[in-house]
């Protein structure tokens, strides 16, 4: 008898403590190979709100029906009576004006109204809106959530305020992951404008967290769009014109050969001239009534500008006198030298064993209203900034076949892309044809964004995994395959 109780306390001491690993599957971060992952969007134009969170909640980007008829009426009936395009285009930029008032900012930098994005503090798994989505930073965290559950979380944010005070908030971020997840060191996914701010996230915070970093069609460094807008390179060129109408129409042959035809008689130099008259005649009208008050505050943008563009800007926006913005100006010298120290900061983050990629698209023509509209891009962005300065054909063209690759390895076999010039040729990525921050869910490249993600292994260059080699091409459905 005492020899079963024995046996009987035996089994039940032995059951006692596998039990609560049955109840609770306890989460032990020192065996746990799943990294934190956190995912930091891009800028969403029209993901800013009044009254965020409040049942008033409206979209900070607006058009007033009403205003925009009696503006309209007002300019062409003034144009009528003094037989002038001025009325008009006064009329045309007061509009402008009125659709983005409230993302307009102070001239220290800040929001001039009482705007805000919605945010997801918890992990991602947290939110049905992410739990479903489908495109780009969506599909990527929803994909991310099935991969790693409640160890993925989301990073929104105001587009438009100053990337130290956005860095704060990712900092904020990435303790919480830290003591929720119970893991030392998270991997940061960053999107489009989210790499800016992960710049200064790391120039701020340092990269003691951060076990790998991915910039996927990032501005990591800088973007020409913003640059030229910044500094008044605005122009809609008659070939940048043509490459988009031209793009866009490949799905129906009927009008792609009728764009063609157009611009074999000249149309696009037409429009472009047309164009021409106008940004020539009326650039510092809508410069003072829309660019400057939207878009001279907005920290974010003054972040990209390229160093050759930055006296431009100073010129264009700041009529040549910074000293007449005391509380902007510093600010934008301390993100001139947050890009500056940039190389410099990577490099020794790779020394210190961080992992690093760098993802960049090509092969889609830019918006054309810029001068830089005809170098190569995703759509969105210039793919020499998002490579972190390849040297890159102008969309549509090669590098020519005497040119000679540094290293021919980092030539793209379509010529169009040379690595040999970017700042980290080893772990960049370079896909022919995928739009700006792709990632659709139950993709190819969704596929590639996880592995991207989760891989566990110590070498991390690009092509480590041969499934993904440095040059891809991507379909329309965001299929890969080997660009040979
Ligand atoms: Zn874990």
Aim: include cysteine; charged fraction near 20%.
């Amino acid at each position: 008898m005492k020899k079963i109780l024995g046996i009987v306390l035996a089994f039940i001491i032995a059951f006692s403590s596998v039990l609560p690993a049955f109840a609770e599957a306890e989460h032990n971060p020192e065996t746990c190979t799943d990294v934190p992952v956190l995912v930091i969007r891009g800028m969403d134009f029209g993901g800013l709100y009044t009254d965020v969170g409040t049942e008033n909640q409206a979209a900070a980007i607006r058009a007033d029906a009403k205003a925009i008829v009696v503006a309209a009426f007002k300019g062409i009936l003034g144009s009528m009576v003094k037989m002038s395009f001025d009325p008009f285009m006064e009329s045309v930029a007061d509009i402008a004006s009125g659709i983005f008032e409230y993302i307009k900012m102070n001239p220290d930098g800040t929001s001039k109204h009482d705007v805000g994005a919605i945010r997801y503090p918890l992990a991602a798994e947290n939110y049905d809106a992410l739990c479903e989505g489908v495109d780009s930073e969506y599909g990527m965290i929803r994909a991310m959530i099935e991969e790693i559950g409640d160890h993925a979380y989301y990073f929104n944010y105001d587009w438009r305020i100053d990337p130290f005070v956005v860095a704060d908030e990712i900092n904020e971020t990435v303790e919480r992951m830290v003591s929720e997840t119970g893991h030392d060191k998270v991997n940061i996914a960053c999107c489009s404008m989210g790499g800016v701010m992960t710049m200064a996230y790391l120039t701020e915070y340092g990269y003691d967290r951060v076990n790998r970093v991915c910039f996927m069609s990032s501005t990591f460094c800088g973007g020409q769009v913003a640059s030229d807008l910044l500094a008044g390179q605005l122009e809609i060129g008659a070939d940048t014109l043509y490459n988009i109408a031209e793009n866009g129409t490949r799905d129906i042959p009927v009008v792609n050969f009728l764009i063609k035809a157009l611009k074999y008689a000249g149309a696009f130099k037409l429009v472009s001239k047309l164009a021409g008259l106008i940004t020539d005649n009326y650039v510092d009208m809508v410069s003072e009534k829309v660019l400057n008050p939207v878009f001279g505050g907005t920290l974010t943008f003054w972040a990209l500008v390229q160093p050759e563009d930055r006296q431009g800007a100073i010129d264009f926006i700041m009529k040549g006198k910074p000293e007449n913005y005391p509380d902007l100006y510093p600010k934008i010298q301390a993100l001139w030298a947050m890009s500056d120290g940039r190389n410099a900061l990577l490099d020794e983050m790779l020394e210190n064993g961080v992992q690093i990629a760098v993802v960049a698209h090509y092969d889609t023509p830019l918006v054309p209203v810029y001068e830089g509209a005809s170098m190569n891009g995703d759509g969105i962005l210039e793919t020499y900034q998002m490579s972190g300065y390849a040297t890159v054909a102008p969309y549509g063209k090669t590098l020519g076949d005497d040119y000679v690759a540094a290293n021919p390895e980092y030539l793209s076999p379509d010529r169009v892309v040379d690595l040999s010039t970017a700042i980290l040729p080893e772990y960049t990525y370079i896909i022919k044809g995928a739009p700006h921050v792709s990632g659709t869910y139950e993709t190819d490249y969704s596929d590639f964004f996880v592995w991207l993600m989760t891989y566990d292994g110590e070498d991390f260059y690009a092509g480590v995994n041969p499934e993904y080699p440095r040059f891809m091409l991507s379909g329309a459905d965001q299929s890969l395959a080997e660009f040979k």
